[in-house]
């Protein structure tokens, strides 16, 4: 029987977090509010900490290390995002950190993670079990295994940023969130609906990779070949336990975006509202502009969940 989180754990989290994470401004645009008839909010985690919310996540999980923990250190495996966040926390809570990344990481999530002082070891994305590696070293050398999503202490880290985006603007008729493995959009959840009786909760995927979508339509949990997209924070090939159970229990429906969408509103936001967002991160607006009338007239959170990208490629893929 897993044990799930719940919203008091997300309130612990943000006791935990608070003075290391950023509390992340929620920006408005009076043009996007006019494109879909609606009263928007983005909750800014392109301004988190190592440019993503997954800092938060990382941070509670770590704090809660007891000393013999700390002594051995956290191994985890990442295609960016969570590898920085992790190697960043470990950093602020003097711990050692090991990352397994694959080969074909982006060179910026890969240069930062050294950066804050991971020791990063690379596998074949397409062809190695990055779980059973990881798993491995945790064996051998007494690491403690903190994954990218479906752990208690994470999804509940996650969480914080839902509960931030309530508490600063209300309540709110939807709420859309990126999803790969579903640690955000279930720590969202957990927080919408403590603080909403009536917020619709959705979480967002790349069309290419659609695996949440198949199972939480299904009710079981479909796994995928790692899809091929530019949403490099969402390649993921299935929900976890911890993070499906909820999702399923908690969210209302999940949608997809594809690549070219994606550019779209990276676009929009750089042009617009002058916000680097990295593919992944433009999910939640990309399918909101999908919506657009069902939205209506509507309070509307978006979470831009990060803003970590190579400057070469974000040009290149706007150029296209
Ligand atoms: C990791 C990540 C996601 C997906 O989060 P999950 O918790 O795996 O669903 C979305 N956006 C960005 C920027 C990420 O780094």
């Given amino acids: 029987m897993l044990i799930l989180p719940t919203f008091d754990d997300v309130v612990a ?98 240069a930062a993670t050294k950066g804050y002082g991971g020791n990063v070891v690379v596998y074949d994305r397409y062809n190695e079990d990055r779980e059973a590696i990881g798993k491995k ?86 796994h995928i070949d790692t899809p091929r997209t530019i949403a490099d924070g969402a390649q993921t090939q299935h929900l976890g336990a911890y993070t499906f159970a909820i999702i399923k229990r908690d969210v209302d429906d999940i949608f997809t975006a594809t690549d070219d969408e994606l550019v779209d509103s990276m676009r929009f936001f750089a042009a617009r509202m002058k916000i680097v967002a990295e593919p992944t991160g433009c999910l939640g607006f990309a399918a909101a502009r999908k919506l657009k009338s069902e939205l209506r007239g509507k309070r509307v959170g978006i979470v831009i969940s990060g803003g970590n990208i190579d400057l070469e490629r974000f040009t290149s893929l706007l150029a296209a």
């Fill in 13 to 110: 989290a943000a006791k935990r977090i608070e003075g290391h994470a950023h509390r992340t401004p929620v920006m408005t645009s009076r043009t996007v509010n006019d494109e879909l008839g609606a009263e928007v909010f983005f909750k800014c985690e392109n301004f988190q900490r190592m440019g993503a919310f997954k800092f938060r996540g990382a941070f509670n999980a770590l704090s809660r290390f007891d000393d013999r923990q700390r002594r051995a250190g956290v191994v985890t495996f990442s295609s960016g995002n969570h590898a920085q966040a992790i190697a960043l926390s470990a950093r602020i809570l003097g711990l050692p950190a090991t990352i397994l990344m694959p080969h074909d990481a982006p060179a910026a999530k890969a």
């Fill in 137 to 222: 070293l945790a064996e051998e050398k007494g690491m403690t295994l903190i994954p990218p999503y479906d752990h208690p202490d994470v999804i509940s880290g996650q969480g914080t940023a839902a509960r931030e985006l309530f508490d600063e603007v209300g309540d709110l008729d939807a709420l859309f969130v990126p999803l790969g493995g579903g640690g955000l959009l279930s720590g969202s959840a957990l927080s919408g609906r403590a603080l909403s009786s009536r917020c619709r909760l959705y979480g967002v995927e790349p069309e290419a990779g659609n695996d949440g979508q198949q199972s939480f339509r299904s009710g079981a949990l479909v």
